[in-house]
């Protein structure tokens, strides 16, 4: 080859490459230009589909918890002006009062055992309707119907049942255990374990319905790979599904926990708190110092309270229980 080609050859190699960068670079413009109209499309969507949410959100959620904040610093009974500023003298009535005490405690009592109680019962119904069982089908809408319900219509069906003289008593009678027939809901050592049975009897179809949910994403492979090794029953769901539902029992702690705090319906249609307060929460203490009492102001700073014992059970059990999921969750998403 003479040196004119080989001079030739060096300097087309420069100018090839500079052109082939201008031309991705003409490409990249390109497609700059041309994704700007759908990222523009993309955020009028987001827009258009999140602004009626927020609007909701704003005036039906966080506007009237700034309310009742403003209003829970007056003593105020509903009618007229705002006047009578006393600061944060409701908060420590109601912190320091008895009654509300009790009300938290009865909270935390029903709180506790639907932990203790309807944990293990939810997670056994749910692996004995997992099977392959006869009427499957049936015995699942069993267990459902109660939760599909109204609040409404389960008070007024078991406080016919329990009223004296009625189903439940005729029924222990007729057994022989005409012994344990009580007043039900007149009685104060007992009202608040009455509540929580038909509490139980309301809302355990939705643990097992979500934790079924949960079973169905077990792999079956792993109960074959553990059957073969050689362990029985009990050791595969105590080493091998329990762990993998562990997300699942962990999202209906939560949810019934809240669902505890926040107890309302059925124990004020069926008692209205009493007899003498024995099975009064907080919302239904709520409920009867602002509404029926007509102290809006101390109404409002118990509802405040509420809320933030609320929130704040719900940022430490994010923070320290359902992190590692939500975390596993979008690693997945990501990945």
């Given at each position: 080859?003479?040196?004119?080609?080989?001079?030739?050859?060096?300097?087309?190699?420069?100018?090839?490459?500079?052109?082939?960068?201008?031309?991705?670079?003409?490409?990249i413009r390109r497609?700059?230009?041309a994704g700007r109209p759908g990222g523009l499309r993309?955020?009028?969507?987001?827009?258009?589909?999140?602004?009626?949410?927020?609007?909701?959100f704003l005036g039906f959620v966080l506007a009237p918890i700034g309310v009742a904040a403003y209003y829970s610093f007056y003593n105020w009974n509903g009618f007229g002006p705002l006047n009578d500023?006393?600061?944060?003298?409701?908060?420590?009535?109601?912190?320091?009062?008895?009654?509300?005490q009790g009300a938290v405690v009865h909270n935390l009592i029903i709180a506790g055992l639907s932990?203790?109680?309807?944990?293990?019962?939810?997670?056994?119904?749910a692996l004995l309707l997992n099977r392959n069982l006869r009427g499957r089908a049936f015995l699942r809408l069993i267990?459902?119907?109660?939760?599909?319900?109204?609040?409404?219509?389960?008070?007024?069906?078991?406080?016919?049942?329990?009223?004296p003289g009625g189903a439940v008593d005729q029924a222990l009678q007729s057994v022989g255990l005409g012994s344990l027939v009580h007043q039900w809901l007149a009685n104060t050592s007992i009202v608040l374990y009455t509540l929580f049975v038909v509490i139980t009897w309301k809302y355990i179809g939705f643990g097992?319905?979500?934790?079924?949910?949960?079973?169905?994403?077990?792999?079956?492979?792993?109960?074959?790979?553990?059957?073969?090794?050689?362990?029985?029953?009990?050791?595969?769901?105590?080493?091998?599904v329990l762990p993998l539902l562990g997300p699942t029992i962990r999202i209906w702690i939560f949810l019934s926990v809240i669902g505890s705090l926040q107890l309302f319906d059925l124990v004020w249609i069926m008692t209205l708190g009493g007899p003498a307060n024995a099975s009064s929460t907080m919302a239904t203490y709520l409920i009867d110092h602002g509404f029926r009492r007509y102290e809006f102001g101390y109404?409002?700073?118990?509802?405040?309270?509420?809320?933030?014992?609320?929130?704040?059970?719900?940022?430490?059990y994010q923070r320290f229980v359902l992190r590692r999921d939500t975390e596993g969750a979008l690693t997945r998403i990501v990945g």
């Open positions: 080859m003479s040196s004119d080609a080989r001079v030739t050859d060096r300097a087309v190699g420069p100018v090839s490459a500079v052109a082939g960068s201008k031309a991705l670079g003409g490409r497609a700059r230009q993309k955020w009028l969507e987001l827009s258009l589909l999140l602004t009626p949410a927020l609007v909701l500023f006393i600061g944060l003298q409701n908060y420590h009535d109601a912190i320091t009062g008895q009654v509300f932990i203790v109680v309807q944990l293990p019962l939810s997670i056994g119904l267990v459902f119907a109660p939760y599909v319900l109204s609040e409404a219509i389960t008070a007024v069906v078991w406080l016919l049942l329990l009223q097992i319905i979500l934790l079924l949910a949960g079973l169905q994403g077990v792999p079956p492979e792993l109960r074959e790979v553990a059957a073969i090794d050689g362990a029985t029953p009990w050791q595969t769901t105590r080493h091998i109404g409002s700073a118990v509802a405040v309270i509420l809320f933030m014992i609320c929130f704040a059970f719900a940022l430490i």
